[in-house]
């Protein structure tokens, strides 16, 4: 079946990038998404990207995909304490789209 | 209104008894989906409905779950004779349809004692 694999944990200083990076077995991924989730807080989509494109940027966020090897990334540059969530890396193909399939999630903290 | 509400925002039940949770999705979003989330886990999907037919009810884990959405709007899952194992947090999300961006509500945490 579908999944979707990432790193547990990242660690970086403020104002360094942070590089969050996820997996996935689904061939007929069409949609690829990156969500932040915020203690106690829902789960807001940050970004999300296309099978069809490569990379997609959006101010401080960078999203580079592999297809090939079925590798998605997320970029943050200049990290900043605000960016201190869970990130959760997502794909959801054309014939079930509204069917999301989310990984375990990366809780990125941030370090002085 | 302003976003997906849901309610209420915690439940403690004890096992066996049936629990009713609540979404109330942004006011015209015809799309309205209900995740599971365990403790340090993704959300898992449940089901999905498009106005009050519910299109797809495959990530229901068994019978004691159901959802309904009987006019097109608030939505309700119920889970009946609850267990342990249901502890979790149960989100609803809404788009203004199948095919554009999802809204999340802050979720109901279940705590089955």
């Known amino acids: 079946g579908e999944d979707v694999e990432q790193s547990l944990f990242l660690s970086v200083r403020e104002g360094d990038s942070s590089v969050i990076n996820c997996t996935y077995t689904d061939s007929s991924s069409t949609y690829l998404y990156w969500y932040k989730q915020e203690p106690g807080a829902g789960l807001q989509l940050l970004t999300y990207i296309f099978s069809n494109m490569d990379m997609k940027q959006d101010q401080r966020l960078t999203v580079l995909l592999n297809k090939k090897d079925k590798h998605l990334s997320l970029r943050i540059a200049d990290t900043q304490t605000g960016d201190s969530a869970i990130y959760f890396c997502?794909?959801?193909?054309?014939?079930?789209?509204?069917?999301?399939?989310f990984g375990s999630g990366t809780r990125l903290s941030i370090r002085p | 209104g302003a976003g997906v509400s849901q309610s209420p925002r915690y439940k403690v039940t004890k096992r066996g008894q049936d629990v009713a949770l609540r979404c109330d999705p942004i006011s015209g979003h015809v799309s309205l989906y209900w995740y599971r989330q365990a403790l340090g886990q993704g959300p898992e999907f449940l089901t999905y409905?498009?106005?009050?037919?519910?299109?797809?009810k495959s990530g229901l884990p068994n019978d004691r779950f159901s959802a309904e959405r009987p006019e097109g709007s608030i939505s309700t899952l119920t889970i009946q004779r609850t267990e342990q194992r249901d502890s979790a947090m149960y989100r609803c999300?809404?788009?203004?349809?199948?095919?554009?961006?999802?809204?999340f509500g802050q979720g109901t945490r279940l705590t089955v004692v």
């Open positions: 999300a809404s788009s203004r349809d199948s095919n554009t961006e999802a809204f």
């Open positions: 997502a794909e959801s193909s054309y014939s079930s789209a509204s069917k999301i399939i």
């Open positions: 409905f498009n106005y009050e037919a519910q299109q797809d």
